[in-house]
């Protein structure tokens, strides 16, 4: 997996939590550049930056949406998938360039300036893609070569097409010199070198090469096995001055070459800043047509930005959703407005805490990476950091590794998300926070987190927990999600011979995903222990469980408290 940028605003963490890269997957710049700039999975804290690459995306879609546009923003795919890397990332390294680089360069040039001509002169100014290597790209074409093919045409020196007329005049009478002499073995010694550089004839056929040499065709004998030789055909005198000639020829002409490709490098490194300047204005124009695709094909929307509530309206976690349409499960989009900065999410088990925490590090993160979001409106603010605290399978094993509990391992993980939260503001998801100690201390230590969190500035802070004892504290937000539908889990309780995956899938179907205000005391009811019964545990221990819970009484009560000394809940900033 790429790493991410150092000036990424999310952490590692809170990308894989929220299942970042199923979506970022989708995204597919054409360009080296966009391709470049896609594995660095940036996450922005600017937010005139975000609010420009959405403005770039629209611009994109409206040319690719206009009429008699389909021909030209398929031609426009089809030169940025020719565009190459250039051949150096800063001026200093376009000096030295070799042939191969040269070709590099014109290929860039000639599809760079195919892209900006399909465009309209809006788009054109939008991304900054002017054409100005008049002269340099004037020099590479000398000669008249397509943009797929580079060589040192005749036209690119005043000395190259009488020399190269020499060598090509000396190659043809060395050709003929060579025949000649082939010609001459044939007929003086019996021997036809014709296509090929050696013959191998028996040693009683070679001694009388050695013993009465011709005086018109010159061999080498070798001893090549027991009974056989290697005969060869050597370049007479004549053949011999056009072949040294031909040499000097052709050093000659490579110096030439050699004072146009450098040439040549030198008007490159002229050019040099203009044209890594292409690479920045072609970047931008390919990540916003990537964009632009993404939002028409998952039916994106433009988040709003700069807003003091957290308000997600038909919001989809997509790999979520995309695990339903697989399984055949039905899924639910997530509604939910906050005003506070702070807000406890209660439910069951299976009951969709997680995922709901999921969605909003999913939709957050999309939003600060420049991408549109897959909801009927989301309205945020931009955080300089976005972070996770809960449990991933790599943290376990880090957590081995360096000897911590678990509980260790939580509270290290949660303090750099709260150093972040605390300095500058941070959105920060705890999934089951304190879940390795006992309920009486994870209870105590999650009302004080959240009192913290709640007077973070510029924070948003949503922790998920299924113990029901956190302090309610003002300026924080408790919230629900309905869970398992009771009335229907009683009547589904005779269908208990099904087997354990249809069993799932009904359980998933009684579910309702639904997040609500919690309300001030505990209804006393229990979604684990019903689900427990659903998937066949045995009736004595459900049974037993049910009755204890009932004596119980419900869940204890932390006595309020207000917020910590000189610290007010506030909300974004």
């Known amino acids: 997996m790429p790493a991410h940028s150092p000036q990424s605003a999310c952490s590692e963490q809170a990308w894989a939590f929220g299942r ?87 290929k860039f040039l000639a599809n760079y300036r195919a892209a900006a001509n399909l465009l309209d002169d809006g788009l054109r100014q939008r991304f900054d ?72 004839v028996p040693a009683e056929r070679a001694r009388p090469l050695l013993a009465s040499p011709s005086p018109l065709v010159a061999v080498t ?14 370049d007479g005198s004549a053949a011999l001055e056009l072949a040294e000639r031909l040499d000097g020829l052709l050093a000659r002409e490579r110096e030439l070459e050699a004072q146009v490709v450098a040439r040549l490098a030198r ?41 003091d509530r957290l308000v997600a309206r038909g919001a989809r976690f997509l790999p979520c ?45 999309a939003a600060q990476a420049g991408l549109f979001v897959p909801a009927e409106s989301y309205a945020t603010s ?40 605390d300095a500058g503001g941070a959105f920060l998801v705890l999934d089951e926070f304190a879940r390795t100690t006992s309920s009486l201390e994870a209870e105590a230590m999650l009302s004080a987190v959240v009192e913290a969190l709640a007077g973070a500035p510029r924070s948003r802070s949503v922790l998920a927990t299924h113990f029901r004892g956190v302090a309610r504290l003002p300026g924080v937000r408790y919230l629900r999600l309905l869970g398992l539908d009771r009335e229907r889990a009683a009547r589904a309780m005779a269908a208990a011979d099904e087997p354990l995956p249809e069993r799932i899938r009904r359980i998933n179907g009684m579910m309702r995903y639904q997040i609500v205000d919690e309300p001030p005391e505990d209804d006393g009811g229990s979604d684990a222990v019903t689900i427990a019964r659903l998937l066949g545990l045995d009736a004595r221990i459900v049974d037993r469980a049910e009755e204890l819970l009932a004596r119980r009484g419900g869940p204890a009560r932390e006595p309020e408290r207000g917020p910590a000394a000189g610290r007010q809940p506030r909300r974004d900033g």
């Open 129 to 200: 893609l002017r054409f100005e290597a008049h002269a340099l790209a004037a020099a590479l074409d000398e000669g008249g070569s397509d943009p797929e093919t580079f060589y040192i045409a005749d036209a690119m020196h005043p000395d190259l097409p009488s020399l190269r007329a020499a060598v090509a005049e000396t190659a043809a009478a060395l050709s003929s010199t060579r025949e000649t002499d082939r010609q001459s073995a044939r007929l003086e010694l019996g021997l036809d070198f014709r296509a090929r550089e050696f013959l191998v």
């Open 321 to 365: 959703e995309w695990d339903c349409r697989r399984l055949g499960l039905v899924y639910a989009p997530l509604d939910l407005t906050l005003d506070e900065g702070a807000a406890v999410l209660f439910g069951s088990n299976m009951g969709g805490k997680t995922v709901a925490l999921q969605s909003l590090v999913f939709l957050q993160a």
């Open 20 to 106: 970042l890269d199923e979506l970022w997957e989708r995204l597919s710049p054409l360009t080296p550049y966009g391709k470049d700039r896609k594995a660095e999975r940036r996450v922005l804290s600017d937010r005139a930056r975000i609010e420009r690459a959405y403005d770039d995306a629209e611009a994109f879609a409206v040319f690719a949406a206009a009429g008699g546009a389909d021909a030209r923003a398929d031609r426009l795919t089809h030169h940025l998938r020719r565009l190459p890397r250039l051949p150096f990332g800063t001026e200093e390294g376009a000096g030295g360039l070799d042939l191969v680089g040269l070709f590099q360069v014109k």
């Open 382 to 421: 931009v955080y300089p950091w976005i972070g996770y605290v809960g449990e991933l399978a790599a943290d376990r094993a880090a957590a081995a590794r360096s000897g911590l509990s678990g509980f260790g391992f939580e509270i290290r993980s949660f303090l750099q998300s709260w150093r972040r939260a």
């Open 221 to 234: 004998v070798e001893p090549y096995d027991a009974s056989s030789c290697v005969v060869r055909l050597q």
């Open 267 to 307: 008007l490159v490194r002229h050019d040099a800043a203009r044209l890594l300047r292409y690479t920045e204005a072609v970047c931008a124009l390919d990540l916003a047509r990537a964009r632009a695709a993404l939002a028409l094909e998952l039916q994106l929307t433009r988040p709003e930005l700069g807003s």
